[in-house]
Protein backbone atom coordinates (compact mmCIF):
# COMPACT_ATOMS: atom_id res chain seq x y z
CA UNK A 1 0.00 0.00 0.00
CA UNK A 2 1.21 3.37 -1.04
CA UNK A 3 1.93 6.08 1.32
CA UNK A 4 -1.30 8.37 2.02
CA UNK A 5 -0.44 12.43 0.73
CA UNK A 6 -1.58 15.05 3.12
CA UNK A 7 -4.29 17.03 1.06
CA UNK A 8 -3.07 21.22 0.51
CA UNK A 9 -4.33 24.25 -0.29
CA UNK A 10 -2.60 26.30 -1.73
CA UNK A 11 -2.86 30.37 -0.78
CA UNK A 12 -1.59 33.31 -2.79
CA UNK A 13 -1.99 36.80 -1.24
CA UNK A 14 -1.72 39.84 -3.27
CA UNK A 15 -2.64 43.23 -4.96
CA UNK A 16 -3.17 41.17 -8.16
CA UNK A 17 -3.71 44.79 -9.75
CA UNK A 18 -4.33 43.65 -12.24
CA UNK A 19 -3.74 39.69 -12.01
CA UNK A 20 -1.75 38.20 -14.74
CA UNK A 21 -1.02 34.77 -16.61
CA UNK A 22 2.27 34.67 -14.31
CA UNK A 23 0.01 34.98 -11.23
CA UNK A 24 -1.69 31.49 -12.67
CA UNK A 25 0.98 30.06 -13.18
CA UNK A 26 2.22 30.05 -10.13
CA UNK A 27 0.07 27.68 -9.37
CA UNK A 28 0.77 25.39 -11.56
CA UNK A 29 4.14 25.30 -10.81
CA UNK A 30 3.36 25.04 -7.48
CA UNK A 31 0.81 21.65 -7.72
CA UNK A 32 3.44 20.08 -9.90
CA UNK A 33 5.86 20.34 -7.50
CA UNK A 34 4.47 19.22 -4.44
CA UNK A 35 2.97 16.73 -6.09
CA UNK A 36 6.45 15.82 -7.01
CA UNK A 37 7.10 15.30 -3.49
CA UNK A 38 5.52 12.28 -3.27
CA UNK A 39 4.06 13.93 0.06
CA UNK A 40 0.98 15.99 -0.44
CA UNK A 41 -1.73 16.32 -3.15
CA UNK A 42 -2.98 19.56 -3.78
CA UNK A 43 -7.34 19.61 -3.53
CA UNK A 44 -7.09 23.49 -4.14
CA UNK A 45 -5.81 26.84 -4.42
CA UNK A 46 -6.97 30.18 -3.31
CA UNK A 47 -6.53 33.62 -4.86
CA UNK A 48 -6.93 36.58 -2.18
CA UNK A 49 -6.57 40.09 -3.30
CA UNK A 50 -5.57 42.51 -0.18
CA UNK A 51 -7.88 45.15 0.60
CA UNK A 52 -8.01 48.90 -0.34
CA UNK A 53 -6.49 49.85 2.79
CA UNK A 54 -3.19 48.41 1.74
CA UNK A 55 -2.43 51.85 0.13
CA UNK A 56 -0.18 51.06 -2.15
CA UNK A 57 0.49 53.16 -4.75
CA UNK A 58 -1.74 52.63 -8.10
CA UNK A 59 -4.02 49.99 -6.66
CA UNK A 60 -7.45 49.73 -7.75
CA UNK A 61 -10.24 49.25 -5.91
CA UNK A 62 -10.97 45.21 -4.61
CA UNK A 63 -14.04 45.43 -6.44
CA UNK A 64 -12.49 45.69 -9.70
CA UNK A 65 -9.54 43.45 -8.32
CA UNK A 66 -11.82 40.83 -7.06
CA UNK A 67 -13.93 41.02 -10.43
CA UNK A 68 -11.06 40.37 -13.17
CA UNK A 69 -9.39 37.80 -11.18
CA UNK A 70 -12.77 35.66 -11.62
CA UNK A 71 -12.46 36.19 -15.45
CA UNK A 72 -9.12 35.19 -15.39
CA UNK A 73 -9.45 31.91 -13.25
CA UNK A 74 -12.67 30.83 -15.13
CA UNK A 75 -11.10 27.97 -16.98
CA UNK A 76 -9.44 26.64 -13.74
CA UNK A 77 -11.40 23.67 -12.49
CA UNK A 78 -9.11 24.39 -8.95
CA UNK A 79 -7.93 27.76 -8.26
CA UNK A 80 -10.43 30.25 -6.59
CA UNK A 81 -10.50 33.19 -5.90
CA UNK A 82 -12.14 34.77 -2.40
CA UNK A 83 -12.97 37.96 -1.23
CA UNK A 84 -12.80 37.55 2.69
CA UNK A 85 -9.16 39.77 2.81
CA UNK A 86 -10.62 42.66 0.26
CA UNK A 87 -13.74 43.12 2.27
CA UNK A 88 -12.02 43.91 5.30
CA UNK A 89 -11.92 47.63 6.45
CA UNK A 90 -8.05 47.40 6.96
CA UNK A 91 -5.08 46.04 5.24
CA UNK A 92 -4.44 42.29 7.15
CA UNK A 93 -1.52 40.71 8.16
CA UNK A 94 -0.65 37.70 5.84
CA UNK A 95 -0.94 35.80 8.74
CA UNK A 96 -4.27 36.15 9.63
CA UNK A 97 -5.80 35.66 6.53
CA UNK A 98 -4.04 32.25 6.73
CA UNK A 99 -5.38 31.43 9.92
CA UNK A 100 -8.95 32.37 8.75
CA UNK A 101 -9.13 30.24 5.86
CA UNK A 102 -7.27 27.40 7.98
CA UNK A 103 -10.25 27.51 10.22
CA UNK A 104 -12.91 27.44 7.11
CA UNK A 105 -10.78 24.66 5.41
CA UNK A 106 -10.57 22.44 8.18
CA UNK A 107 -14.18 23.02 9.73
CA UNK A 108 -15.55 22.06 6.37
CA UNK A 109 -12.97 18.91 6.28
CA UNK A 110 -14.18 18.45 9.59
CA UNK A 111 -18.11 18.61 7.96
CA UNK A 112 -17.85 16.63 5.51
CA UNK A 113 -15.73 13.77 6.97
CA UNK A 114 -16.91 13.78 10.75
CA UNK A 115 -13.38 13.62 11.72
CA UNK A 116 -11.89 15.75 14.55
CA UNK A 117 -8.73 15.01 12.58
CA UNK A 118 -7.26 12.66 14.68
CA UNK A 119 -8.30 9.53 12.94
CA UNK A 120 -5.03 8.31 11.30
CA UNK A 121 -6.84 6.64 8.64
CA UNK A 122 -7.78 10.25 7.23
CA UNK A 123 -5.21 13.21 6.89
CA UNK A 124 -6.19 16.38 7.81
CA UNK A 125 -5.30 19.07 4.90
CA UNK A 126 -2.49 21.71 5.37
CA UNK A 127 -2.56 25.37 4.02
CA UNK A 128 0.36 26.91 2.75
CA UNK A 129 1.24 30.33 1.67
CA UNK A 130 2.38 30.43 -2.25
CA UNK A 131 4.25 33.09 -3.09
CA UNK A 132 7.21 34.50 -5.56
CA UNK A 133 11.01 34.15 -4.31
CA UNK A 134 10.98 38.64 -4.15
CA UNK A 135 8.59 37.64 -0.92
CA UNK A 136 11.08 36.71 1.00
CA UNK A 137 13.29 39.63 0.35
CA UNK A 138 10.16 41.32 2.38
CA UNK A 139 11.07 39.66 5.90
CA UNK A 140 14.40 42.08 5.40
CA UNK A 141 12.27 45.18 5.49
CA UNK A 142 12.52 46.66 8.76
CA UNK A 143 9.10 47.17 10.13
CA UNK A 144 7.27 45.32 7.34
CA UNK A 145 6.81 42.07 9.54
CA UNK A 146 6.84 41.28 13.28
CA UNK A 147 9.20 38.22 13.86
CA UNK A 148 6.17 35.94 15.59
CA UNK A 149 4.31 36.16 11.71
CA UNK A 150 7.57 35.35 10.19
CA UNK A 151 7.99 32.11 13.22
CA UNK A 152 4.28 31.34 12.18
CA UNK A 153 3.99 31.56 8.88
CA UNK A 154 6.76 29.22 8.13
CA UNK A 155 6.87 27.33 11.23
CA UNK A 156 2.96 26.57 11.10
CA UNK A 157 1.89 27.09 7.55
CA UNK A 158 4.46 26.75 5.57
CA UNK A 159 6.06 28.60 2.06
CA UNK A 160 5.86 27.37 -1.44
CA UNK A 161 8.40 29.66 -3.47
CA UNK A 162 8.35 30.02 -7.18
CA UNK A 163 11.72 31.62 -8.15
CA UNK A 164 12.14 33.73 -11.22
CA UNK A 165 14.74 35.72 -12.95
CA UNK A 166 18.04 35.72 -10.82
CA UNK A 167 16.12 36.09 -7.51
CA UNK A 168 18.69 33.54 -5.35
CA UNK A 169 15.79 32.44 -2.83
CA UNK A 170 18.34 30.18 -0.93
CA UNK A 171 20.11 32.92 0.35
CA UNK A 172 17.43 34.78 1.26
CA UNK A 173 16.59 31.94 3.77
CA UNK A 174 20.44 31.16 4.88
CA UNK A 175 20.92 35.10 5.99
CA UNK A 176 17.72 34.76 8.48
CA UNK A 177 17.99 32.79 11.53
CA UNK A 178 13.75 32.38 11.45
CA UNK A 179 13.81 30.87 7.47
CA UNK A 180 16.73 28.84 8.38
CA UNK A 181 15.07 27.10 11.28
CA UNK A 182 12.29 26.41 9.40
CA UNK A 183 13.75 25.85 6.02
CA UNK A 184 12.20 22.46 5.64
CA UNK A 185 8.90 23.57 5.65
CA UNK A 186 9.81 25.98 2.40
CA UNK A 187 9.25 24.82 -0.42
CA UNK A 188 11.35 26.10 -3.19
CA UNK A 189 10.27 25.79 -7.22
CA UNK A 190 12.14 26.58 -10.18
CA UNK A 191 10.68 27.99 -12.99
CA UNK A 192 12.63 27.17 -16.15
CA UNK A 193 10.32 28.64 -18.52
CA UNK A 194 11.06 32.30 -17.88
CA UNK A 195 8.40 34.97 -17.95
CA UNK A 196 9.04 37.89 -16.14
CA UNK A 197 5.70 39.42 -16.63
CA UNK A 198 5.11 41.75 -14.14
CA UNK A 199 1.80 43.29 -12.85
CA UNK A 200 3.86 46.93 -12.79
CA UNK A 201 4.62 46.26 -16.47
CA UNK A 202 1.31 45.64 -17.28
CA UNK A 203 -0.14 48.74 -16.08
CA UNK A 204 2.60 50.81 -17.38
CA UNK A 205 1.58 49.59 -20.59
CA UNK A 206 -2.12 50.07 -20.38
CA UNK A 207 -1.75 54.02 -19.38
CA UNK A 208 0.68 54.35 -22.29
CA UNK A 209 -1.79 52.73 -24.51
CA UNK A 210 0.15 49.51 -25.53
CA UNK A 211 -0.78 46.34 -26.13
CA UNK A 212 -1.16 43.78 -23.35
CA UNK A 213 -2.47 41.01 -25.00
CA UNK A 214 -0.76 37.63 -24.30
CA UNK A 215 0.20 39.23 -20.97
CA UNK A 216 -3.05 39.32 -19.28
CA UNK A 217 -6.08 36.83 -20.29
CA UNK A 218 -8.42 38.57 -22.94
CA UNK A 219 -11.45 38.90 -20.47
CA UNK A 220 -8.93 40.81 -17.95
CA UNK A 221 -8.37 42.92 -20.97
CA UNK A 222 -11.59 43.59 -21.66
CA UNK A 223 -12.89 44.36 -18.24
CA UNK A 224 -10.10 46.96 -17.77
CA UNK A 225 -11.13 48.72 -20.89
CA UNK A 226 -14.75 49.00 -20.01
CA UNK A 227 -14.15 50.14 -16.76
CA UNK A 228 -11.55 52.78 -17.83
CA UNK A 229 -8.81 51.00 -15.28
CA UNK A 230 -5.30 52.15 -15.37
CA UNK A 231 -5.02 55.30 -16.26
CA UNK A 232 -2.29 58.35 -14.88
CA UNK A 233 -4.99 59.00 -12.54
CA UNK A 234 -5.32 55.40 -10.93
CA UNK A 235 -1.60 55.37 -10.66
CA UNK A 236 -1.09 58.36 -8.69
CA UNK A 237 -4.00 56.90 -6.46
CA UNK A 238 -2.08 56.34 -2.57
CA UNK A 239 1.38 58.29 -4.13
CA UNK A 240 2.18 60.03 -1.02
CA UNK A 241 0.75 57.09 1.36
CA UNK A 242 2.68 55.19 3.43
CA UNK A 243 2.00 51.02 2.92
CA UNK A 244 -0.18 50.32 5.60
CA UNK A 245 2.09 47.51 7.02
CA UNK A 246 4.71 50.05 8.00
CA UNK A 247 2.54 52.07 9.88
CA UNK A 248 0.17 49.07 11.69
CA UNK A 249 2.87 47.53 12.56
CA UNK A 250 4.25 49.76 14.91
CA UNK A 251 0.85 49.89 16.49
CA UNK A 252 -0.25 47.09 18.53
CA UNK A 253 0.04 43.46 16.74
CA UNK A 254 -3.18 41.53 15.34
CA UNK A 255 -2.83 38.36 18.03
CA UNK A 256 -6.19 36.93 16.67
CA UNK A 257 -9.19 36.90 14.42
CA UNK A 258 -11.10 38.34 17.15
CA UNK A 259 -8.54 41.73 17.52
Given at each position: ?????????????GSFNPITNQHMRLFELARDHM???????VVGGIVSPVSDGYGKQGLVQSKHRIAMAKLALQTSNWVTVDDWESRQPDWTETVVTLR???GRIQKEYQQRTGSDGNTPSILSPQLKLLCGADFLDTFEIPGMWLDEHVEELVGR???VCVSRGGLQPERAIHESD????????????REWVRNETSATEVRRALRRGLSVKYLIPDAVIEYIHQHQLYTEDSERRNKDAVLRPLAKQAQQPVESLDD
Open positions: MGLQRIPLVLLACHGTGQYQHHYFGLILSRHKRNIFLV
